[in-house]
């Protein structure tokens, strides 16, 4: 039997809701803020990583040992004059005062009496009244003339006290007596010609001279002026020749040779060269090295030697005259070295050492060094004839490192 389904009733269709106000039927879920950063981030990782693992293999190559070039020198033994240089001031070998040994008015100056006066030895430089002294003069004369007259007098009645007494006509007692006279009259003539002596000096210091050729360099007074024992009359000094001061080290005394007596005319090898820079100029003086003080200088600790410079105001060479006071430097010729090596300062290396090429190599050398200049060095023992040595700078120098050299400069 067939059935028939029964109807179903469809639900009527409910009415659509409302929308509700906190959940809007338009709106969509927001991303957050630091999703794009690490997607960018991740991205650059990615291909930072296919860059590392796809790069090529680097070739790998030894490279080439750097041969540093050096200027060499080849040296040769030779001669070699050592020098001493010093500084010093030009001074007179003698400045004197002038002072009255009388006293006396001043009644004559000479025109050489002035600052920068030139005079000789002897000439007259000034005069004091000399009256009162030529009047002594003449008084001790007289007084001699009459002591040479009682002298006279009792030395003949001695005489004839001594007849007497041969005779035996008067005593000895009175012939002591006479003789006694005699002895004093002739003591008498001697003060009396002493007194003349002394009255004639002091007449003759009336005149006033210097004992040597020179110039004044202060004159202290003038004409009408009255001067007693002892005043200061003028400051003047000698120009027969100078002086020269000269310190030097002791480690470099050993290079020079000095005379052997208190005073050489002519010393070998000292011979010295003045300069100094005068007129707007540089001037040249001859010297000669004569002696050294004989002492260490407690403050310096050097000693000094003394250069003398003849006749200095006239030279016969026509040279600059060279003035008192004036700062000189000085050159003094030493002793000659002889079989020594001179190379430039740039060739020490390491205090006593020097860089020898041979065969290409370099090698440290020792050697003994004599003297060390401003632009030398003298070497005495460490080298032979022919050595290459190197004397230009070297970075971090090696025992035996291979170089590379200026052969023509080491010919």
Do not use: C
């Not at 709106?27 to 981030?41: D, E, I, T, Y």
């Not at 009162?132 to 007289?142: F, L, Q």
């Not at 004159?219 to 310190?247: H, I, T």
């Not at 050398?365 to 003298?378: I, M, P, Y």
């Amino acid at each position: 039997m067939n059935e028939t389904p029964l109807p179903v009733e469809e639900a009527p269709a409910s009415p659509p809701s409302a929308p509700s106000p906190l959940h809007p039927k338009s709106a969509k879920p927001k991303r957050p803020r630091w999703f794009l950063p690490l997607v960018v981030l991740g991205g650059a990782l990615l291909v930072v990583a296919a860059l590392f693992v796809t790069k090529p293999e680097p070739t790998r190559v030894r490279p080439e040992p750097t041969i540093p070039y050096v200027d060499v020198v080849s040296v040769v033994p030779q001669s070699f004059d050592l020098t001493v240089v010093a500084h010093g001031t030009v001074e007179p070998r003698t400045e004197s005062d002038l002072v009255a040994e009388v006293r006396g008015r001043v009644v004559e100056v000479a025109p050489a009496l002035e600052a920068g006066g030139s005079f000789e030895a002897g000439e007259a430089l000034l005069r004091l009244d000399a009256r009162e002294y030529r009047i002594s003069v003449d008084r001790h004369r007289a007084a001699v003339k009459l002591a040479q007259s009682e002298s006279r007098l009792a030395q003949s009645e001695a005489r004839r006290r001594r007849e007497l007494v041969a005779q035996g006509v008067v005593s000895a007692s009175d012939l002591e007596q006479f003789e006694n006279r005699a002895l004093v009259a002739g003591a008498t003539l001697d003060q009396a010609r002493a007194n003349l002596a002394q009255a004639q000096l002091d007449l003759e210091r009336t005149v006033v001279t210097a004992p040597f050729a020179g110039r004044v360099r202060a004159r202290s007074v003038d004409l009408g002026q009255f001067v007693s024992p002892g005043s200061l009359l003028a400051r003047v000094y000698a120009v027969d020749y100078s002086e020269v001061r000269l310190p030097i080290r002791t480690s470099e005394l050993a290079y020079l040779t000095f005379p052997s007596g208190k005073e050489a005319e002519d010393v070998a090898g000292a011979r010295v060269v003045l300069s100094a820079s005068l007129g707007g100029q540089e001037r040249t003086w001859p010297a000669r090295l004569v002696r050294t003080e004989g002492e260490i200088d407690l403050r310096t600790r050097m000693m000094h030697a003394v250069a003398r410079v003849d006749d200095p105001l006239n030279p016969s060479d026509g040279r600059v005259p060279l003035p008192s006071g004036l700062f000189v430097r000085a050159e003094i010729s030493g002793r000659r070295l002889e079989n020594v090596f001179v190379l430039p300062n740039a060739a020490l290396r390491d205090g006593d050492r020097v860089h020898v090429v041979k065969e290409d190599r370099l090698h440290f050398t020792d050697v003994s060094v004599l003297r060390r200049g401003r632009a030398e060095v003298v070497i005495d023992r460490g080298l032979a004839p022919g050595d290459t040595v190197i004397v230009s700078p070297i970075r971090a120098a090696v025992d035996g490192m291979r170089v590379r050299s200026n052969r023509e400069g080491a010919e």
